[in-house]
Every structure is written in structure tokens, then in C-alpha cells.
């Protein structure tokens, strides 16, 4: 790095650089840089900041700002109180104002405006139906209004500007076409070309000192259409070629093109292309070299399914290929021992090989350990990935996911087990609940889709009439293992899904019993919730239900603000409540599955780590019922902020935090008892059975509990934190700790014991409790990348 310059401004707003085409750092050139409503001057040779002009009114968005190639002036262009606008001419020398003008027009502005010369730029009223083209030219702003009809015939609702690099060119899409349209002198437009294809255009690429060259891809079934055209010559093409698609990767969202001079001295070009999935393809002479899953650097959630169980009798074929792919493998296998093999034959022979690898089959495994997991992209793409060698299995872009008129701007939110058939009922697939809603609010509608794991199949969707704000699985299934869930929308009312009377009779017998809470983290709220009666008024539905408020923490805004909520997951196996400490005595777990662990900071403390003095920060940990809000233990670090990261399993609770005295970062352990069993503590009576383990247990009565808690410095960072789950809960518990250097560190959850010692006894010694230290071990042996 040469140098780095820190940019600060007096407001949030849109950035943009200038960089020179002639740039070199090592000759006095100058970045033009608008960020946080202040215009920069900076230095190409040391990254000072030469002269800086503030844009400080709180109604001024800036569009653009441009300098055109060899001028000294700059122009800041854009609105002011959505109806008027602004032009500022500044001198690129020393930041000096040197014209402002403004106009005014009645009909507004609606999204971007779009550069087609130095001087002009485009832009559509608040309706969508007239372009704007707008010029500056020696700092005297002209207008001229065209109706959108004139350009498009029988164009249907507003329309939008698709923005170009190409000098003196832009695009007009409407619901039918796409109209490309090119600048003629003082504002006349040109229509050059018509599609109702779907379309893309790439930046401009200059292939000389004055030729400029960009790509075009347009959409026709399975295929996509590759031209490439020089900019002042919209009839004469440099390349024009078809590439068949695959449509699971929906439309093409960016293009980028690169050219290279063929052995003919003629132009040739590579084409690189953003799909709508977020995959990204090299296409090279009407091929696609390469293609990379991009997507899933985005994952926004993650579930598991099972594979299938290899049955007596049934080969795994059926499940893994069909008859074709089956013949041609033992066909390859033949040619492959008779040494007839090409090499092309024993790649597929090795790949074949390692499918069939025990760790990559598509059968399950006898410990369990082979899964696949259903992941959702930000692009609203399924994947199953095989855990056993982390291979794409299958992947759907969902049609419920796509845009459409009902459904703007769909958005993928979570993803629920919905239907996982036991072992002995595999003719059914298992599937999942994938839900979403059609924008970015919260009260906008939901949408549902059921999805076949085995396959990626979209079995159905549902459109809700209304929102879904949170979505609550509920521990019922129904005689098809269909999972009963609520969902929650923005009116507070509760729908039950699946919508069957199978489904609604299950859920009347638990009526009572069903209670939940809900995180309002910007107003420091945490409220319990209950169900009421059936929906009264216009909702009323059988399948709707009123629910009340039974109870609300409040954390002071002034002293609080939650970072942090963590509880158990539900389908966690506890294997026994008891636990056998020193010289026989007995401890009983206090395990509840409606117990919430939440973190708060003081305000100041909730920025970057050392924004605050140690004197201005705490750190304060609860553990609360959630049936009856109740607040069952409360401990404050003074001096600590966040980010916090937390895990609840079984009775304790692991979090990380930062210690701002001690500049390290810290983890702390929770571990909460039962006293209401203390009369039990004779092993004895466990092993015979004579104990009240079995005695009900209400949530409204007082527990009588007690925790235990210890704090033990740690060395590194972290992004997420886990810890390991088996069928029975068994086995001993790892904590597997994700840290900013993208390894996964699995840390033995006896090294997070609170009842460690210095010097620990001979029977606490064979218990297994290790000698106290004040820092956590990290052991290379057992962390990954």
C-alpha cells in the first residue's frame, strides 16, 4: 500500500470517484472523491486531501458528479426536496464555488438520473411517464420534457432507466419493452433499437484511442444472445453469438467484457457474466469456459435433511442414478480393467469412484453423520450440499423467488424442517418450509414455499394475504410428520399452518400450553406471549388466532441496549437431568426450554471495540423465563462491550465479549441448578428410583435455582459460536468457535467449567475437572480452515 486516506463529511449520502484515464501515481494527478455530502481534492501521490467543499444541505442528494475529460471545472449535480434541480460548477483547482443554478419542476423525480454526454443527464418525473433530459452547458440549465408514449407505443405503467456508459446512449424499460435511445445534439432523442427480451448492457471498453466498444446480452428461451457493438455504431457488430443457459440460473444480471487481439489482427472478446443466482460464467467464443457458484458466499440460512436409509434388497443405484448412468458405469469400469480406457474415461472412472466413496454416498450412514444440507442464498437460491465431500447435490433457483406482478421485490427470510418422515415411511421425501415475503418491510406479504429435499423440487407455494413477522415451529407433527407452525404477523395475530383439520384439532389440545416472546431490540422490549380466542373481525379465520401480552421487559435506553439473544434449540437431546459431582453428591440440571439469554451494553459501548474508556462500558447477562418473565439470574462485567457471541445447550450458556481493561477478549460460562431437587442428593436413591425427577414441574411457581459462573480470557476474535449435538446427548460436549480468521477452533466444554480450582481435590481430579488457569488453551491440532 502506497498511501490511505481517511474521508469524514458532515452527512450520509452516496459516494462517487473520479479517477483520470491518463492516472499514474507517480505524476501530480488528482482524485475527485464525493462522500458523506463533502467534495475531495485528493493527491495521487501521497493521498492528501487538497481542498475539500462541503454540500451541507439537508435536502440535496447528489446525482453525479462529473468533470469532463480536460476541463478544470467540476459538476455536482442533483435534487433538492424531490422537485428541484441543483447544479453546482466548481473549480477543480482549488475548490472553489464558481456557479449555482437550479430549476424547478412541478411533476418531481423519480429514481436515478443517468450521464449520457458531459453535460446532459436523464431523468423520469414521479410518475414514470416523462423523460427528463436535462442539460448544464456553460452553466445554464435547459430542459426538455418528452412523454414516455412517444417513445414506447402502448407502454403500461412507469416506466425506469436503465443507466449506460455508453456516451450519448441510455435504455428505457417498460413492463413490455426495453427501447435503447440515443442523444442527438440539444436533447433530440434517437430510438435506435426495440426488444421485449430481457436485457443487459455492459460498461464502455475502449479497444482504441477512439473506439469504444460494450456488450449487449438478451434473453430467448434456454439461450442468451451475446452482441458486441461499438458505440457510435449501433448497426455494425464486432460479435454476435448464442450460448445456450441453464434456466435455473435465472437472467443475466451484469456483464463485463474484455478484449484480446486474435492471430487474424482482428478484435476478439471474453465476456464476463453476472447471473440473477449469483453465479458467475467466462464466456469465450460461444462457450462457457467456467462457472463459479458464487452464491453461496451469501447464505442467509441453513438447514439439515436426511438421506435415505440403504435398505436389504435395494440397490443403491435407484437412489443414486438411473439404469442409463448405472450400464455406463460398469461399461466404464469394464474399459477401465481391460486397459481400453481414454483419458477422458478414467477421469470419469475417478469420479465415479469417489461418489461411491462410503463418505459420499447417497444413503445414510449408521452414526448419522451423512446429511444434506439445505442452504438459501440472498439470491434466493436452494443448494443441497453432501456433506461428506461438500458437493452440490442439487440447486433451484425457486420460481415463488422471482419476480413478478403480485411480487415485486421478493426476499428470501428463513428456512423450517417441514415434513421429515421417519425411517420407516421413506417413500415419502422429507421437504422444507422456505419462507420469504414480497419487499423489504416488515408488513409486506408472505410467501411459502414447500420444497422436496431429496430432489429440489418446488412442491407449492402460497401467497399470504398477510405479513409474516415471525415464524414459531411448534413441537407437533401430524400423522403424515407434517410440522405444525405459527407464524406471526404484523397485526399480532397467529395463523396455523398446515391449514387441516388434522393440524387445527392437534393444536386445540395444546392450546393452553403454547407461549412464545418476541425481541423488539431498537426499543430495549422483550414481551411474552400467549394465545387468546380465534381471530374476531376481518381476519376471522379457523385457522386464526388473537393472541396477549402476559408480560414485558423494559431495558432503560439510557443505561441498555440489547446486542444479544440466544436460547436452546428445540429438537436438543438432554440425557440425564442428574450430575454426579466430588464425593458423590448429586446436582440436577436446571433444563427448561423456555429460558432466554440476553446481553446488554451501555449505549456508548455498542459501537467499534475501544470507542469507549472502560469507565463508560458494562456488559450485563440474564437469563429469563420466557413462560413467565421472570429475570432467573443477572451478573454485570464492568468495563466490557460486544459484539457479543453466545450459545445455550442444556443448562449453561457459553459467551464471548471484550474486556476493555484488560484489552483481551473474554468468554464467561453460566451454569444454572435445580434446588428444588436438593433432598435428592443421595446416589443411591437415583440408581432405585426413590426420587421426585418425575414430579411435575410448573414454570409459574418460584424456582428454587442456583448458578455457578466463571470468566477465562481468550486469544482470539470470533464470528459465530456452536456446540456439537448428538442423537442421545451423550457424548461430551465441544464448543466449535468460528474466528475472524475464518477457522473452526473445537474447544473441549470442560476447559469452561465454573467449578474449576487451582488446586483442585483428588475426587474432583477423578471427576475430570481440570486445574484453573486464567486464559482458555488453544490447541492447533483441532482447529480447520
Not at 407 to 433: F, K, R, T
Not at 743 to 759: C, E, G, H, I, Y
Amino acid at each position: 500500500m502506497v498511501w490511505e486516506s481517511s474521508l469524514q463529511g458532515p452527512k450520509h449520502s452516496k459516494s462517487f470517484l473520479l479517477v483520470p484515464t491518463n492516472l499514474k501515481f507517480d505524476k501530480d494527478n488528482v482524485l475527485v472523491v464525493f462522500s458523506n455530502g463533502r467534495l475531495h481534492a485528493i493527491s495521487c501521490i501521497d493521498g492528501e486531501v487538497l481542498w475539500k467543499k462541503d454540500f451541507e444541505a439537508e435536502s440535496f442528494e447528489v446525482q453525479q458528479v462529473i468533470q469532463p475529460p480536460g476541463s478544470d471545472l467540476i459538476y455536482v449535480v442533483g435534487f433538492a426536496a424531490s422537485y428541484q434541480f441543483e447544479m453546482y460548477q466548481i473549480n477543480a483547482n482549488n475548490g472553489e464555488l464558481l456557479k449555482h443554478e437550479s430549476a424547478s419542476f412541478s411533476s418531481g423525480f423519480s429514481g436515478e438520473v443517468s450521464l449520457v454526454s458531459t453535460e446532459t443527464v436523464v431523468a423520469l418525473d414521479s410518475t414514470g411517464s416523462i423523460l427528463l433530459t436535462i442539460s448544464f452547458q456553460d452553466g445554464k440549465i435547459s430542459s426538455q420534457q418528452t412523454p414516455i408514449s412517444n417513445l414506447v407505443e402502448d407502454s403500461l405503467g412507469p416506466a425506469v432507466i436503465i443507466p449506460s456508459s455508453v456516451s450519448g446512449m441510455f435504455a428505457i424499460k417498460t413492463d413490455a419493452v426495453t427501447v435503447f435511445i440515443r442523444v442527438i445534439g440539444e436533447g433530440k432523442l434517437e430510438v435506435v433499437e426495440k426488444t421485449t427480451h430481457e436485457i443487459a448492457v455492459s460498461d464502455a471498453l475502449s479497444i482504441s484511442e477512439d473506439q469504444q466498444a460494450f456488450a449487449l446480452i438478451q434473453h430467448a428461451s434456454s439461450e442468451i444472445h451475446l452482441t458486441v457493438k461499438l458505440a457510435h455504431d449501433w448497426d455494425g457488430n464486432l460479435l454476435k453469438e448464442s450460448v445456450k443457459m441453464d434456466r435455473q440460473r435465472g437472467l443475466v444480471h451484469k456483464v463485463f467484457i474484455n478484449n484480446y487481439i486474435r492471430t487474424d489482427r482482428s478484435y476478439g472478446f471474453r465476456v464476463l457474466i453476472v447471473m440473477e443466482d449469483h453465479s458467475l460464467l467466462l464466456l469465450q467464443q460461444a462457450e462457457i469456459v467456467w462457472s463459479r457458484e458464487d452464491g453461496l458466499a451469501s447464505i442467509i440460512d441453513v438447514t439439515t435433511s436426511e438421506l435415505p436409509v440403504e435398505r436389504n434388497g435395494v440397490s443403491v443405484a435407484k437412489v443414486e442414478h438411473n439404469l442409463f448412468e448405472w450400464l455406463k458405469g460398469h461399461m466404464l469400469k469394464l474399459k477401465g480393467t481391460l486397459m481400453l480406457a481414454s483419458p477422458e474415461d478414467m477421469a470419469a472412472i475417478q469420479s465415479m469412484r469417489l461418489k461411491s466413496s462410503e463418505k459420499s454416498k447417497m444413503t445414510r450412514d449408521h452414526n448419522g453423520f451423512r446429511k444434506l444440507l439445505i442452504v438459501l442464498t440472498r439470491a434466493g437460491k436452494l443448494f443441497a450440499l453432501h456433506t461428506g465431500d461438500g458437493r452440490i447435490v442439487w440447486s433451484h433457483l425457486l420460481r415463488s423467488l422471482h419476480k413478478s406482478e403480485a411480487c415485486q421485490s421478493p426476499i428470501g427470510l428463513n428456512l423450517y424442517q417441514w415434513q421429515v418422515p421417519h425411517h420407516h415411511a421413506m417413500d415419502e421425501n422429507p421437504s422444507v418450509l422456505l419462507v420469504s415475503r414480497c419487499g423489504p418491510s416488515s408488513d409486506t406479504p408472505g410467501v411459502l414455499s414447500f420444497v422436496d429435499t431429496y430432489t429440489g423440487k418446488e412442491l407449492s407455494s402460497l401467497s399470504l394475504d398477510h405479513a409474516v413477522v415471525q415464524v414459531i415451529p411448534l413441537p407437533y407433527t401430524d400423522s403424515t410428520e407434517q410440522r405444525l407452525h405459527l407464524l406471526i404477523n404484523a397485526d399480532k395475530h397467529a395463523h396455523l399452518y398446515p391449514k387441516t383439520s388434522e393440524a387445527l384439532s392437534i393444536f386445540k389440545r395444546e392450546f393452553l400450553n403454547i407461549y412464545w416472546y418476541s425481541v423488539e431490540d431498537q426499543n430495549g422490549i422483550i414481551k411474552g406471549h400467549a394465545l387468546k380466542c380465534k381471530c374476531t373481525g376481518e381476519v376471522a379465520d379457523e385457522f386464526c388466532f388473537d393472541t396477549r401480552d402476559l408480560w414485558s421487559v423494559v431495558f432503560p435506553s439510557e443505561s441498555e441496549k440489547i446486542v444479544a439473544t440466544v436460547t436452546r434449540k428445540l429438537n436438543e437431546v438432554v440425557h440425564t437431568q442428574a450430575k454426579v459431582v466430588a464425593d458423590q453428591d448429586v446436582m440436577y440440571k436446571y433444563i427448561s426450554r423456555n429460558l432466554l439469554f440476553v446481553a446488554t451494553v451501555a449505549p456508548k459501548g455498542s459501537g467499534e471495540i475501544g470507542s469507549v474508556t472502560p469507565e463508560e462500558s458494562w456488559l450485563v447477562a440474564y437469563l429469563i423465563d420466557t413462560v413467565t418473565g421472570r429475570i432467573l439470574h443477572r451478573v454485570t462485567h464492568h468495563g466490557s462491550q460486544g459484539p457479543v457471541h453466545a450459545v445455550f445447550s442444556e443448562n449453561w450458556v457459553v459467551y464471548h465479549y471484550f474486556n476493555l481493561r484488560a484489552h483481551r477478549y473474554e468468554m464467561s460460562v453460566i451454569e444454572i441448578y435445580d434446588q428444588s431437587r436438593a433432598d435428592n442428593k443421595d446416589v443411591w436413591k437415583l440408581v432405585l428410583g426413590k426420587h421426585n425427577l418425575t414430579s411435575p414441574i410448573s414454570l409459574f411457581s418460584r424456582p428454587e435455582v442456583i448458578t455457578k459462573s466463571q470468566s477465562y480470557f481468550f486469544t482470539h476474535s470470533l464470528k459465530a459460536i456452536a456446540v456439537t449435538s448428538t442423537a442421545k446427548g451423550i457424548t461430551s460436549k465441544q464448543l466449535l468457535l468460528g474466528t475472524i480468521g475464518d477457522q473452526v477452533l473445537a474447544l473441549d466444554k470442560r476447559f469452561l467449567d465454573p467449578r474449576r480450582t487451582v488446586n483442585p481435590t483428588q475426587a474432583e481430579k477423578e471427576e475430570g475437572i481440570i486445574p484453573l488457569t486464567d486464559s482458555l488453551p488453544i490447541i492447533p491440532q483441532v482447529s480447520f480452515l
